[in-house]
């Protein structure tokens, strides 16, 4: 079955670059969301989408976008990175008219130097 | 915002045996699931269970929204159980999910 796939699955940046993070939904999910996950601790809620537009914010800093496209994949862009935005960042799909919960991608490992 | 609490937040079981996991969360709740985040740090539904009763093999959950916390029993656990489970709650009338601070386990061959 196909699953949620994202890339890449390892990304090095320096400060002050800007990193883009690329994520496909499982086919026919409508909801695609981004969570934040530092070493030893539990996913943060960024931002979702629900059939292409925002439908929820969390604690996303300002220097962080993303989008949703007409294909239903969704881009993370991150912009003058920091050294604190090196973490996991996963993303997850779910299909809101018969909800099962949310599965989530493999992850990408973004470590900012 | 909704608050969600887990227990314990650390055990250490010998191959076998069994254990249950605790989740309480502070309000309402749209929806419930529990994830397993194994040690390469792969994120598993194990269950999306708003109310009632569970089961998948040696897993099975128990949600009694009402008294707002939910259950994950794990039997004759094996050490490929290790990991961290999340328990994770949707703010009513939301699109996000809020995950509790897990529960690290580790089995013992």
């Known amino acids: 079955a196909a699953g949620v796939i994202q890339s890449p699955r390892h990304l090095i940046k320096e400060k002050r670059e800007t990193a883009t993070l690329k994520c496909y939904p499982i086919?026919?999910?409508?909801?695609v969301y981004w969570y934040q996950q530092g070493p030893g601790q539990d996913p943060q809620f960024l931002i979702s989408f629900y059939e292409k537009m925002q439908s929820d914010k969390g604690s996303i800093p300002d220097r962080f976008s993303a989008q949703q496209f007409s294909d239903y994949h969704s881009e993370l862009n991150m912009s003058s990175l920091e050294l604190g935005d090196s973490a996991l960042y996963f993303c997850?799909?779910?299909?809101?008219?018969?909800?099962?919960?949310?599965?989530f991608g493999s992850g990408t490992r973004l470590t900012v130097v | 915002g909704i608050q969600v609490e887990q227990s314990p937040p650390d055990l250490i079981l010998q191959e076998g045996a069994n254990s249950t996991l605790r989740c309480n969360f502070s309000d309402s709740v749209n929806n419930l699931q529990w994830f397993h985040q194994n040690p390469w740090g792969q994120l598993i539904n194990l269950f999306y269970?708003?109310?009632g009763t569970k089961q998948n093999g040696r897993l099975s959950a128990t949600t009694v929204a009402t008294e707002r916390y939910s259950l994950l029993y794990i039997s004759s656990s094996q050490t490929t159980d290790s990991g961290v489970y999340f328990c994770?709650?949707?703010?009513?009338?939301?699109?996000?999910?809020?995950f509790g601070a897990g529960t690290r386990l580790f089995v013992k061959a």
């Open positions: 997850a799909s779910s299909w809101l008219g018969q909800f099962e919960g949310y599965t």
């Open positions: 994770a709650v949707e703010d009513t009338g939301g699109f996000k999910t809020i």
């Open positions: 086919p026919r999910h409508d909801t």
């Open positions: 269970i708003p109310s």
